[in-house]
């Protein structure tokens, strides 16, 4: 049974910082791309951040410059360090994995920056 459980999210202030986990069960997490979206009150699910099996990363313009992704192999754990928050950053966060045409989401966790 796959497993991606986010945890990480909670309330914080604008300029403040989160951490972010997702750790994955049931996968082979190695050979998967990993990704960060998230859901917006009344938005579309967009694309955060993604992280190849390789290592490679992208990120959406807007987080650009202030949100890193990362892995871990050995724990089976991706992590999205998000500095400078914004308002606009509101959201629930979703943890992807990605092989081929298989696609795995977790639950979300819920991110709230307050003005």
């Known amino acids: 049974q796959v497993q991606l459980v986010e945890s990480g999210g909670g309330l914080v202030q604008t300029g403040g910082s989160l951490r972010l986990s997702c750790a994955a069960s049931g996968i082979i997490f190695s050979r998967y791309d990993m990704g960060w979206y998230r859901q917006g009150p009344g938005k579309q699910r967009e694309l955060v951040a993604t992280i190849t099996s390789g290592g490679n990363s992208n990120y959406a313009d807007s987080v650009e410059g202030r949100f890193t992704i990362s892995r871990d192999n050995a724990k089976n754990t991706i992590y999205l360090q998000m500095n400078s928050l914004k308002p606009e950053d509101t959201a629930v966060y979703y943890c992807?994995?990605?092989?081929?045409?298989?696609?795995?989401w977790g639950q979300g966790t819920q991110v709230t920056v307050s003005s």
């Open positions: 992807n994995a990605r092989l081929g045409p298989i696609v795995h």
